[in-house]
């Protein structure tokens, strides 16, 4: 008789016993998958925020102004960015381009000023890079060459100013001389980032460059690439478009070597995959220990079997394959279920609001899992491979017991 | 022989002690003259502050009126900040920008900031006080600058709150302008020093028209200060020196 | 009942296989449990301590005016009779040390010309003898050595030292102004630079000693803030009403916890509490679910047993509590073990810490950041999973004994 055949009577003749291994192998499935979902959701998040605010995947700036940075030097600047930008958007490599001025500023409201960070972006670009429009909560966005400003929700607590208020920004030009705008507040944003809540002020990029005099400039040009795993060619390829244009003193960096952030990105990463591999163990504990019950259970079976002339070689394949075939339907139908939970959570995202109580300004941090290969696809297999791993080792110390043994064990 | 050295030295202890109070007479009176000097009841001037940091030079030129000590009004013309204005009126500061809808009042450590990221701060501007108010003066001698003798003062905070505690005079002997002026840190530290390059006559009185304040602590940190044309004691419009003349 | 109890612990043993495979899956449940517990306590300690520590203490006496216009480092609004504070705080056993607060100028490299960058920080003046009541900023000490009073030293943040380059053995010039206004310069030696899990304290700030600070701002014994330190930080406000208290004879001055002063620097990761939240919950999940099936299994491979003992005449109670003993047994047995293996994990990484920067690699692009996780004890969750693991497999069990209990005695002993 084929083992395979065998193996199928079985599973269905004891229904409960299947059912049982099978639903424990599926569970432990389907959490590993919405684990890891979730783990790169987070991860995701976190890159993402680092991508759309600070470094994009590689960020154009003029040589002199890292090692200025704290000053703030408008005069080191990217030149001449709408040509640069124009030219940027034609390379297939290239995703979205965003221009940004980034400028110090004071808010300054009923004789009372508050220090800030201002942004001179292109709200249109910016659709697709730093993505303000999903972080609106009040008004819309300001309107490109307009004295409009985008405050974000901690400083419009601060300041007092809700939409349709009028402010006026102070800060310095280009030239070290003055600056000072007066603004209408069109919208409050909640950046998903508590420090940005705080600080980061946005207008349209014109409108910056009128106010700090900047002519067609910018102080950085941010990059999103097609492919995040080919950042490193987009950015040298980035550098030859920027000599082509003749700017000897701009270069484009790719986001590894921005810095601080790629760091921490890679600490993050390494935390999340350690949690991940903790999981990952306590799964694999369970579905092991499942196989390995559901054949010390059935010694008396095994004895039957091996009385009536199987040899122990085949009773370890025919438990293999048992183990196999239960493991398959199971783990497919854990990973199916997870990923159809993720893709509901990811669709509403888990909000997590109640847990930031009496955090009066952080933004209700939303988390959206993803799915990919590693929570799907390698999950099934490793599920499906560790059930019938398993199944070895008892199966075949059962097997090499005597008949008479086993058929005493009750 | 006892009596006739008591004399001696009584008269020689009188002698010194007149000596001595001509001597410190004479700190005052060139702080007074040299302020006397400063003072005009109106005066209209263009000129240009030139500022130098690290990373290079920048030019702004501008207008300014004052009345007495109390008021002044400083407009800019150069392209950058053309338009933007600097009104002081006793020890307030305003600020006015064509792109602002409203004025700015500086406050309280606003005041220490500099203007225009030059060497001077607001606070520079106010204050109507004299030096001698807020100094001790003492006489320390003569120098040549640039071939003139000029007296050499010195200047001790009398109390607290003065910003530069120590600070070295260097005034014109004929002028009664100041040609060279060091300023200290409590610590004694030169902080800044200011030097006359360039003096006018205008209706009768020395004027600076070129000055550069240098920051003896930073490299390349300096601003020039430059009058190009000025005018003393000439009637100035009604209402100049206003909230309202601001956006005018 | 002592019955029961044999009876349990016999079937524990002839079942041993069964139990430790159960208990097994358990173990490795409630040991991960505890682990990913702590650590993420100990995460959230982390950032609680890195402003406790090392930047408000556990609250802060200050001049009202002082609090309120905070952001601006007003030096001229000061405690002017910090010793008279002092006392009055004498009764409530709270550790204090004094602090002078500023805004300056950094300045290297003037002596030998080379000086071009200078940077705007914040200095602190403070009292080298008592600062370690309150702070650990001693223990962050990278390079050199702490501060010793009444010396003209400096201690710097190490990504300004960076910026600056500059290193221990190099003299600085500080330009601020004293707290009537006037201009002074400090010329310090960098004793020591710090290396601080609190990046604000890298980035920008200087320390010197206070009886320094006091000479050279005119301040004549007034201080901007005394922080203080007590136990209960987590919950101040008890703590916080008793010391308004005390305080009631001054009333220019405010008292402001830790939560108030905390200043936000970047953090990134927003969702990490609730997250962790999900993440725990997931592990109880698996772990129950563990548990769960292989109980159930079991138990049902046992009915048999179950028909033999009723028909040799016990009673339904005995026979479900002599299955609830023996649950009860592997939860204990199962949760006992991963108590032990999951405190083992966790004291390890109380005491050492996991330094998953050795595992990233390559660190030193940029500032350095701290990359040791380090967990923090949570005896709720230790004594709670050992709770858990015993009730959830008596739990467990009871379902399909019952189940079994339900049969005709004859239809058990029928059972396969």
Redesign the interface.
């Known amino acids: 008789m084929k083992l395979a055949a065998l193996a199928f009577r079985n599973i269905r003749r004891n229904r409960?016993?299947s059912v049982?291994?099978g639903?424990?192998i599926a569970?432990?499935t389907l959490?590993i998958t919405?684990?890891f979902s979730?783990l790169a959701g987070?991860l995701g998040?976190?890159r993402a925020?680092?991508v759309r605010y600070l470094t994009g995947h590689v960020r154009l700036r003029n040589m002199a102004y890292d090692a200025n940075e704290?000053l703030n030097?408008l005069?080191l600047s990217v030149p001449g960015y709408r040509d640069l930008v124009s030219r940027l958007e034609e390379e297939p490599g290239v995703a979205a381009v965003a221009p940004r001025i980034q400028f110090a500023t004071a808010v300054?409201r009923e004789?009372r000023?508050f220090?800030g960070l201002g942004l001179g972006v292109d709200f249109d670009r910016e659709q697709a890079v730093m993505q303000v429009q999903h972080s609106l909560v009040a008004g819309r966005l300001p309107r490109m060459g307009q004295?409009e400003i985008l405050l974000p929700a901690g400083l419009a607590a601060e300041v007092g100013a809700g939409v349709g208020d009028?402010l006026?920004l102070?800060g310095?030009?280009?030239?070290?001389?003055?600056?000072?705008?007066?603004f209408t507040v069109t919208g409050i944003a909640r950046f998903?980032?508590?420090?940005f809540n705080?600080s980061f002020l946005l207008v349209p990029i014109d409108t910056a460059e009128?106010?700090l005099?900047m002519e067609g400039e910018a102080t950085e040009v941010l990059l999103l690439a097609r492919d995040d795993r080919r950042v490193a060619a987009l950015a040298a390829r980035a550098n030859e478009i920027v000599s082509e244009a003749g700017l000897t003193g701009v270069e484009a960096r790719a986001w590894e070597?921005i810095?601080?952030w790629?760091?921490?990105m890679?600490?993050?990463d390494?935390?999340y995959n350690?949690?991940a591999l903790?999981?990952f163990?306590?799964?694999t504990?369970?579905i092991i220990?499942?196989t390995?019950?559901?054949i010390?259970?059935r010694l008396r079976e095994i004895g039957t079997i091996s009385a009536l002339g199987m040899k122990p070689g085949e009773i370890v394949r025919l438990f293999f394959l048992e183990a196999f075939f239960i493991s398959i339907i199971a783990a497919l139908a854990g990973v199916l279920l997870g990923s159809a939970l993720t893709a509901v959570l990811s669709r509403t995202g888990?909000d997590?609001s109640?847990?930031?109580q009496g955090v009066s300004f952080?933004?209700s941090?939303?988390?959206r899992p993803k799915l990919n290969a590693r929570s799907t696809v390698f999950v099934f297999f490793y599920s499906v491979a560790v059930a019938s791993l398993a199944s070895f080792l008892p199966s075949r110390r059962a097997a090499r017991i005597q008949p008479v043994e086993a058929l005493r064990s009750? | 022989m006892t009596r006739t050295l008591a004399v001696v030295r009584l008269a020689a202890f009188l002698l010194l002690a007149t000596a001595t109070a001509a001597f410190a007479q004479s700190a005052e009176d060139i702080v007074r003259r040299l302020e006397a000097n400063q003072r005009f009841r109106t005066q209209e001037a263009e000129g240009a502050l030139i500022?130098t940091?690290r990373?290079g030079s920048?030019t702004?030129t501008f207008v300014s009126y004052a009345e007495g000590r109390e008021r002044m009004l400083l407009a800019?013309t150069n392209p950058?900040?053309k338009g933007?204005k600097i009104l002081r009126l006793q020890d307030e500061i305003y600020?006015y920008?064509p792109?602002?809808?409203?004025v700015?009042?500086l406050?309280g450590s606003?005041l220490k900031e500099a203007v225009?990221?030059s060497d001077f701060s607001y606070e520079d501007l106010t204050g109507e006080k004299s030096l001698l108010d807020l100094y001790e003066v003492r006489l320390l001698g003569s120098e040549k600058l640039q071939g003139r003798e000029q007296h050499l003062l010195e200047l001790k905070a009398r109390g607290r709150g003065v910003a530069y505690p120590l600070q070295k005079l260097w005034v014109d002997a004929v002028e009664f302008i100041p040609r060279r002026a060091a300023y200290y840190a409590l610590s004694g530290r030169l902080l800044k020093t200011l030097e006359v390059l360039e003096v006018r006559q205008v209706a009768g009185r020395s004027v600076m028209s070129r000055a550069i304040m240098r920051d003896a602590l930073k490299k390349n940190s300096s601003t020039e200060f430059r009058v190009d044309r000025v005018k003393l004691d000439q009637p100035l419009p009604k209402n100049l020196f206003s909230l309202e003349a601001l956006s005018w | 009942m002592k019955f029961l109890f044999a009876l349990a612990w016999k079937n524990l043993s002839r079942y041993s296989?069964?139990t430790l495979?159960?208990a097994?899956?358990l173990a490795?449940?409630v040991a991960?449990f505890i682990?990913?517990d702590g650590?993420l306590l100990g995460a959230e300690r982390e950032s609680e301590r890195n402003i406790i520590w090392y930047e408000a203490g556990s609250a802060k006496v200050m001049n009202r005016q002082y609090l309120e216009e905070i952001?601006t480092i007003p030096l001229k609004q000061v405690i002017s009779d910090p010793a008279a504070v002092e006392r009055a705080l004498e009764g409530s056993d709270a550790a204090a040390t004094r602090r002078v607060v500023f805004s300056a100028e950094l300045f290297v490299g003037l002596e030998d010309g080379s000086g071009e960058g200078s940077?705007f920080v914040k200095g602190v003046g403070l009292d080298p003898e008592t600062d370690g009541r309150v702070f650990r900023l001693a223990e962050t000490v990278r390079e050199g050595r702490f501060l010793r009073g009444g010396e003209p030293e400096l201690l710097l943040g190490d990504w300004l030292a960076r910026?600056l380059s500059a290193a221990v053995g190099n003299w600085v010039t500080v330009r601020a102004r004293s707290r009537y206004g006037a201009f002074q310069t400090l010329d310090l030696e960098v004793v020591g630079i710090l290396n601080c899990p609190n990046p604000l304290i890298n980035q920008g700030m200087i320390f010197l000693p206070l009886d320094l600070a006091d000479e050279a701002l005119e301040m004549e014994g007034a201080v901007s803030e005394i922080a203080l330190s007590f136990p209960e930080w987590q919950n101040p406000t008890g703590r916080l009403a008793e010391i308004r208290r005390s305080l009631v004879g001054f009333p220019e001055l405010a008292v402001a916890d830790w939560r108030e002063l905390a200043s936000?620097?970047?953090?990134?990761?927003?969702?990490k509490?609730?997250?962790n939240?999900?993440?725990l919950l997931?592990?109880f999940?698996?772990?129950a679910?563990?548990i769960s099936?292989?109980m159930?299994?079991?138990v049902?491979?046992r009915v048999?047993?179950i028909g033999m003992m009723r028909a040799l005449g016990m009673r339904d109670l005995s026979i479900r509590l002599a299955f609830l003993l023996e649950a009860g047994g592997i939860g204990l047995i199962g949760s006992g073990v991963g108590l032990a293996l999951g405190a083992g994990l966790n004291w390890y990484m109380v005491r050492w810490g996991?330094d998953?920067?050795a595992?990233?690699g390559d660190?030193q692009?940029?500032?350095r950041?701290h990359?040791v996780?380090r967990s923090a004890w949570h005896p709720q969750a230790l004594v709670g999973a050992l709770v858990f693991g015993v009730l959830a497999s008596m739990a467990i069990s009871f379902i399909p004994s019952s189940r079994a209990l339900k049969l005709e005695i004859t239809d058990c002993l029928r059972h396969v």
């Open positions: 409960r016993r049982l291994s639903s424990a569970l432990a959490i919405l684990m979730i987070i998040d976190y925020n680092v704290r030097p005069h300054y004789e000023t220090g004295r009028k006026t102070l310095k030009n280009k030239y070290l001389g003055m600056a000072g705008m007066t998903p980032v508590a420090g705080r009128r106010l005099k070597r810095g601080m790629h760091t921490l890679r600490l993050v390494t935390m350690f949690i903790f999981f163990i306590l799964g504990t369970v220990n499942t390995m019950m559901v010390f259970e888990v997590l109640r847990a930031m952080e933004v941090p939303v988390i009750i | 500022i940091d990373f920048r702004k800019f950058e900040e933007q600020l920008f792109d602002a809808e409203e700015v009042r406050q606003a225009m990221g | 296989r069964r495979i159960t097994g899956a490795v449940g991960v682990w990913m650590w952001q940077l910026d936000d620097f970047l953090a990134i990761n927003q969702g509490r609730a997250g939240g999900i993440l997931l592990i999940i698996i772990a679910v563990g099936n292989t159930l299994m079991a049902y491979e048999r047993e996991l998953l920067g595992i990233v660190m692009i940029g500032y950041v990359s996780f």
